[in-house]
């Protein structure tokens, strides 16, 4: 057995005995414990969606909780006014979100990066004042009364249900990314992250391809919101601030931009170092931000940072996974 087959057969075993012990940890855990590791799924989604955006096509987006709010509102919307079951929400949310991730990434795609995150900081308060200020959203008060879902016949009522639905959610949330990351549109994201001058030259649409990374992204981070709201049962403008987007970004860099992996360990730190301060009481913020502060100095290309690869020579040679085949 060569060193990387022991090794990838190590990783596989590795992943199996994780997975297994997450699915076991109801069991045993209390449900304080239950509702810290459903919030870093929860994180885990939205990290994976705005790693699609930053970490892969190489943008910087700093409004992303706006997608999120869009999600949740949608469905808060639907289910509380017009009575809508919750799964018929979720394709409403996923377009919803998808839409203003097109209205917003279209002209703003056009832009140097410094002003894309000008623009999806803007975006990201626009939602979010609209929200505090309409009637329909609740106004600041929010919407409250979002009923627990039904899923295939089984209603989600108890703390358990949520850890579930939420491992589930994230488990599949990585696969498919994973799956896109090795996609033609994955490498063709990485090219244009890595010199889009030379992406262009070798045949990729830097524009359309950039404008797919929003758009997906957009419809993650409102799947995300869709689950958000019936979790909680009420939603409120504050939920969806700046301080929201700079959390989710922070999970991507800290676990390393582009590398999946990297980001699920970012997310869980972000959600399980503030609770494991607890006991410092106020000055457990100040010790979690001395910290990332720390491990940025340390590891500036992220926990897990991704490895560099080399542009193929031509667009095809890129896009079929830089063999020229």
């Known amino acids: 057995m060569t060193a990387t087959s022991f090794r990838a057969r190590a990783s596989r075993v590795a992943t199996a005995g994780l997975l297994l ?16 590791f459903t919030s870093a799924f929860f994180y885990v989604i939205l990290a994976l969606g705005l790693n699609v955006v930053v970490g892969f096509a190489g943008l910087l987006d700093l409004g992303y909780a706006a997608f999120f709010a869009i999600g949740a509102y949608t ?29 917003i990434g279209a002209p703003a795609l056009r832009l140097r990066s410094d002003y894309l995150a000008i623009v999806t900081l803007g975006f990201g ?54 799956r896109l990351e090795h996609s033609r549109v994955g490498r063709a994201w990485k090219y244009i992250r890595e010199d889009e001058d030379a992406a262009a030259a070798m045949g990729i649409d830097p524009f359309r391809y950039k404008l797919l990374a929003f758009v997906v992204g957009a419809v993650v981070g409102g799947l995300a919101g869709t689950v958000f709201a019936v979790r909680m049962t009420a939603i409120a403008p504050e939920s969806f601030g700046f301080m929201q987007s700079v959390l989710i970004l922070l999970a991507v860099i800290l676990g390393g931009l582009g590398r999946l992996p990297g980001v699920v360990l970012g997310a869980f730190l972000i959600v399980l170092l503030p609770e494991a301060m607890r006991e410092f009481a106020s000055w457990r913020y100040f010790l979690f931000g001395a910290l990332l502060i720390a491990m940025m100095h340390f590891r ?8 560099r690869r080399k542009m193929p020579q031509s667009g095809r040679a890129a896009l079929n996974g830089g063999d020229g085949r």
Do not use: C
Not at 77 to 103: D, E, M
Not at 300 to 307: I, R
């Open 300 to 307: 500036p290309e992220g926990l897990w940072p991704a490895g």
């Open 75 to 103: 469905t808060g919307i639907l289910t509380t006014v017009y009575h809508v079951p919750f799964l018929l929400t979720v394709p409403a949310a996923a377009a919803l979100a998808a839409l203003s991730g097109v209205v």
């Open 125 to 178: 308060e626009i939602i979010r004042i609209t929200a505090k200020n309409l009637t329909l959203t609740g106004s600041a008060s929010g919407i409250y009364g979002i009923p627990r879902p039904t899923v295939f016949g089984h209603a989600l009522k108890t703390q358990q249900d949520f850890y579930y639905l939420l491992l589930i959610l994230a488990i599949v949330t990585y696969l498919a990314m994973r």
């Open 21 to 36: 012990a997450l699915f076991l940890f109801p069991r045993v855990a209390s449900n304080y414990w239950l509702d810290v």
